[in-house]
C-alpha cells in the first residue's frame, strides 16, 4: 500500500506542477499578448488642437502698445513688475511702450522655435525696435507661440500633451523615482520583498489594504486594469507589470508613464501626464519647470484631489514641500536651495488654460470644414495640430463692441431685456481668412451659432448685385445714368400687384443711378433690376459668391433673399477683393503630433467678375460711408480710411445688417431677434453701430481701389451729363467703362481761362468724392 501510494502522490505532485505550469503559461502569454496588443497599437486617443495664427511682429507693422499687451495676455503670458522676475519663457515685463518678452518655444511646420528674450519698443502706434536680447542681435521679424484656442476631446474626455524623455528635465525623473520607485531600473517590474510583506498585511486584513505598486506596475494598472482593490487585479497587475519588462526598455515603460499618470481634474477633462499639467499648473513647458514646481507635480501623484493646489492650498503645500525634503536627502537639490525653495510660494496660474473654449462659433466653423475632410473620431482621438487663421486681437474687438453695443440698442429701443440678439463675421480682404466670429450677444456661450446657421433677410445688402448687373452693361448703364424713382406697380402672378416703397415714403424723380445706391431707394432699384431681368441679377449673386437657390421674385431685389452673415461676408469678400472669389476658410494646415503635415489649405482664386464694373460699383459702396446710409461712421473711423459698405433693413425693422470693408479686413454684422419679432433699428441704427466700434479697435489700412485697365475717367458737367473742362464750375471727375463716357461737349467762360493760368489741378479719383458732396 505504501508503494503505491508514494507514487499516487508523485504522479499527483507532477501533474499539479505541470497544470500549475501550464496554467502559469496560458495566463502570461494572455497577458503578454494584450500588452503587446495595446503598446504595439495606438496607446493613447489624443484630442486635435486648434491654435490661432502666430502673432509675427516685424519692423514698421501698426501696433499699439495697449493690444500688444492684451494679446500677450490671451496667449497666457504672464507679466511681471520687475526684470529679475523675468526667469522663465511665458513671461513679459512692459515700461512705458518698451517690452521685454520671455518667449516661450513651439514646434512649427518650418522649424522649431526657440524659447529666447526680446526686447520691443512702440512708438507713435508703430514697431520701432526688435533685439535679441540673447544674442544681441536685431532681427526684422519676431514671431510668438500661437495661442491654443480649443480641443476636440476624445469621448472619455482625458487630455494630455505628449513629452518625449529627452524633453523631461532630468531633475523630474530623479526626482519621480526618488519619490514613487527607487530601484527602477534595477528590479523586473516587482518588487518581491515588497510584495511579500504587502502580501502579509492583506491577508491579515483580509482586504487589500497596502500596495508595493512599482512604476511598472502604476503603469500596467492604469493602461489595463481598474482602480478596484481586489486579490484577483493585484496578481493581474503583477503579470501585466512582467509581460511590461519583458517586452520593453526600462526608458520606454517610463516615457509611457510620465504621459499616462493622472495629475489632476479640469471640469470633465481629466488632466494627464507631465506635459499637459505642467501647462495646466504653471502654464509652461515641462521642460521650463523649476525645482519646486517639479516637487509639487510628483507630490499630486499621490492624490491629485486631495492635494490639488487650487482647491486646498495648505495640503499641496505640505506635501510639496514633504517631497522636496525627498529631493535634499537623495541629494538631488543643495540643502541651501532646499531651504530657499522652501519658503516658496506654489506659483500655480490662477487661471489655467481651459478644455472648454472661448471661442465655441469660431471652433464651430473650424469643426465644419475639417468634417469635410477628416471622419470625428480622427478629430478626437489622432492627436492632430490645427492652426487656423484666427486673430486674437480682431476677435477682441468684436467681442467688446457686441457688449458695449447690444444691452445699449435693446434699452434705446426698450426692448425685453435679453432679446436682442447679434452675430458677426470679420475676414481678411486678401485672403478671405476668417478671423473672428461672433455667434450671439454672449460670444463665449456654446449654442446656436448666428453667424452660420441663421439665415435672415438681407434687406438692401443685396442691392449691391442689381447694380453690378446694371453696371456690367455700359451701354445702357454708366454712373451717371439717370434713373426712374417714381411710382411703379408689378403684377404679384395671383391676380394682385406689388408696389414697392422707399423707407422715407417719398419719390425721388430722375436720379444718377449712384444716388440710388448711396441712398438705398427702393423704386428705382427694383425699376433698375427688373429691367436688366432676375435671371442675370441672380447670376451675379452666384458669382459673388451666393450657392444656395433662392426664389427669384421681384420682391428678392429688395432682400427677401434669405442668407447667414457667413454667406454674406462670402458674397461682399468677392466686391472687396475685385471681382475675385476665394472661399471662406479658417484652417491654413494640419499636422499630425510628431510634426509631419498633414494637409495644407493654399489660397484659392477664381475671377468671377469684370474688375471694371466692380470698380464703379466700390466706388459707390465708398460713397454710401460718405454721404449715404453710413455716413454717420464718420463719428467712428477716419475719414481718409475710405470704407466702403452697404446698409440693410428688413420689413418692419426685423433685421438689421451692415456689411463693409476697408483695405485689409471685410465684416458682417446682423442684429435683429430670434422670435423675429420687431427689433425697431435700421441698419444704419443697430448693426452699423456695432461693425463701426470692430474696426475702430483693430488696425486697418486705407481702402485704395486700384484702377482696372478697363475703366477711364471723364470729366463732365454736373447739370448736363456732358463732357466739359475741369476748371468749370460744375465740373466733376466720373470713372467709365472705357467707351462708355459721353461723348458730346460743354464748355464754359471759366475754363478758357483757367486753361490760361495753367493751375495744378487734383487727382480724378479725389475729384469724384468732391462730386459725391458738393452737387448732388
Known amino acids: 500500500m505504501k508503494k503505491p501510494t508514494k507514487r499516487l502522490l508523485t504522479i499527483i505532485f507532477i501533474f499539479g506542477v505541470l497544470t500549475l505550469g501550464y496554467g502559469l503559461s496560458r495566463h502570461i502569454s494572455h497577458f503578454n499578448r494584450i500588452v503587446l496588443e495595446k503598446f504595439e497599437g495606438k496607446l493613447w486617443e489624443l484630442p486635435a488642437r486648434v491654435y490661432a495664427r502666430p502673432l509675427e511682429v516685424y ?19 504672464v507679466q511681471v513688475e520687475r526684470p529679475v522676475e523675468l526667469d522663465t519663457p511665458g513671461k513679459f515685463l512692459r515700461t512705458g511702450n518698451t517690452f521685454h518678452v520671455f ?26 525696435l526688435l533685439k535679441d536680447s540673447d544674442t544681441n542681435t536685431f532681427p526684422d521679424m519676431v514671431r510668438f507661440d500661437p495661442a491654443l484656442i480649443g480641443s476636440f476631446f476624445p469621448t472619455h474626455h482625458e487630455d494630455r500633451v505628449l513629452v518625449r524623455l529627452k524633453e523631461v528635465p532630468p531633475l523630474l525623473v530623479r526626482t519621480l523615482l526618488a519619490v514613487e520607485d527607487r530601484r527602477f531600473y534595477d528590479h523586473y517590474g516587482f518588487e518581491l520583498l515588497s510584495v511579500v510583506r504587502a502580501a502579509i498585511a492583506n491577508i491579515r486584513k483580509r482586504r487589500v489594504v497596502q500596495g508595493a505598486s512599482t512604476i511598472t506596475q502604476q503603469l500596467a494598472k492604469n493602461f489595463f486594469l481598474t482602480n478596484k482593490k481586489t486579490f484577483k487585479r493585484k496578481i493581474d497587475e503583477l503579470f501585466m507589470a512582467l509581460a511590461l519588462e519583458w517586452n520593453y526598455e526600462k526608458d520606454e515603460i517610463l516615457e509611457a508613464y510620465l504621459n499616462e499618470v493622472y495629475l489632476g481634474q479640469d471640469g470633465a477633462r481629466a488632466i494627464h501626464g507631465f506635459g499637459l499639467a505642467s501647462s495646466f499648473y504653471f502654464g509652461k513647458s515641462v521642460s521650463d519647470l523649476k525645482a519646486h514646481e517639479i516637487a509639487l507635480l510628483v507630490g499630486l501623484l499621490k492624490g491629485p484631489s486631495f492635494y ?18 525627498i529631493m535634499q536627502d537623495q541629494e538631488l537639490i543643495r540643502i541651501d536651495a532646499a531651504k530657499q525653495v522652501i519658503r516658496t510660494s506654489l506659483d500655480v496660474i490662477a487661471d489655467p488654460p481651459k478644455g472648454t473654449t472661448r471661442f465655441p462659433a469660431y471652433l464651430d466653423l473650424v469643426r465644419r470644414q475639417l468634417l469635410q475632410e477628416y471622419r470625428e473620431e480622427d478629430l478626437r482621438s489622432a492627436g492632430l495640430r490645427i492652426f487656423t487663421s484666427f486673430d486674437p486681437q480682431v476677435q477682441s474687438a468684436a467681442e467688446k463692441a457686441v457688449s458695449s453695443q447690444v444691452s445699449r440698442l435693446e434699452k434705446s429701443r426698450r426692448l425685453p431685456k435679453g432679446k436682442l440678439q447679434t452675430s458677426a463675421v470679420v475676414t481678411s480682404t486678401g485672403s478671405n481668412e476668417v478671423l473672428a466670429l461672433i455667434g450671439g450677444r454672449n460670444p463665449s456661450f456654446k449654442g446656436f451659432n448666428r453667424a452660420l446657421d441663421a439665415k435672415r433677410p438681407i434687406g438692401s445688402l443685396i442691392k449691391p448685385a442689381v447694380f453690378l448687373t446694371a453696371l456690367n452693361r455700359p451701354d445702357q448703364y454708366t454712373l451717371i445714368t439717370r ?67 433662392a426664389a427669384p421674385y421681384p420682391s428678392a431685389l429688395l432682400g427677401t433673399v434669405e442668407m447667414s452673415p457667413l454667406e454674406v461676408a462670402q458674397m461682399y469678400q468677392t466686391l472687396a477683393s475685385g471681382g475675385f472669389y476665394s472661399p471662406a476658410r479658417t484652417i491654413r494646415s494640419v499636422y499630425k503630433p510628431d510634426g509631419a503635415s498633414l494637409q495644407r489649405y493654399p489660397l484659392t482664386v477664381k475671377q468671377n467678375l469684370e474688375p471694371g464694373p466692380v470698380y464703379l460699383l466700390n466706388k459707390i459702396l465708398q460713397a454710401v460711408v460718405v454721404e449715404g446710409t453710413a455716413r454717420s461712421l464718420k ?38 431677434r430670434d422670435d423675429n419679432k420687431s427689433c425697431g433699428l435700421t441698419g444704419a441704427s443697430g448693426a452699423l453701430q456695432i461693425w463701426g466700434r470692430i ?30 473742362h475741369e476748371r468749370c464750375e460744375n465740373a466733376m471727375a466720373v470713372p467709365f467703362i472705357q467707351g462708355s463716357a459721353p461723348t458730346e461737349t460743354v464748355s464754359c467762360p471759366q475754363a478758357e481761362e483757367k486753361v490760361k493760368t495753367e493751375v495744378k489741378t487734383e487727382k480724378p479719383e479725389s475729384t469724384f468724392m468732391r462730386w459725391l458732396k458738393e452737387v448732388f
Not at 522649424?111 to 528674450?117: C, D, F, I, V
Not at 445706391?517 to 451675379?540: C, I, K, W
Request: glycine share 10%; with cysteine; proline share 6%.
Open 59 to 77: 519692423l514698421g507693422m501698426p501696433l499699439r502698445a495697449s493690444a500688444f499687451e492684451q494679446e500677450l495676455k490671451q496667449i497666457r503670458y
Open 103 to 128: 518667449c516661450r518655444a513651439f514646434k512649427f511646420a518650418d522649424g522649431e522655435l526657440p524659447s529666447k528674450k526680446i526686447q520691443m519698443i512702440l512708438q507713435k502706434g508703430k514697431v520701432e
Open 308 to 325: 490639488d493646489p487650487r482647491q486646498h492650498p495648505e495640503r499641496a503645500m505640505e506635501r510639496r514641500n514633504t517631497v522636496l525634503s
Open 483 to 549: 434713373t426712374d424713382d417714381s411710382y411703379m406697380k408689378i403684377p404679384n402672378g395671383t391676380g394682385g400687384t406689388w408696389i414697392p416703397k422707399n423707407y422715407d415714403r417719398q419719390y425721388h424723380g430722375k436720379i444718377p443711378l449712384y444716388l440710388a445706391l448711396v441712398h438705398s431707394y427702393n423704386v428705382a432699384t427694383v425699376r433698375v433690376g427688373m429691367d436688366v431681368g432676375l435671371p442675370n441679377v441672380f447670376e451675379t449673386l452666384r458669382e459673388m459668391g451666393f450657392t444656395r437657390d
Open 635 to 672: 463719428h467712428l473711423l477716419p475719414e481718409d480710411l475710405g470704407a466702403a459698405g452697404k446698409t440693410g433693413t428688413t420689413n418692419d425693422l426685423k433685421d438689421s445688417w451692415f456689411a463693409g470693408f476697408t483695405g485689409n479686413h471685410l465684416g458682417v454684422v446682423w442684429v435683429g
Open 695 to 724: 474696426m475702430a479697435g483693430i488696425a486697418n489700412t486705407p481702402l485704395e481701389l486700384p484702377l482696372p485697365e478697363s475703366v477711364e475717367w471723364a470729366v463732365i458737367d454736373a447739370k448736363t451729363g456732358s463732357l466739359t
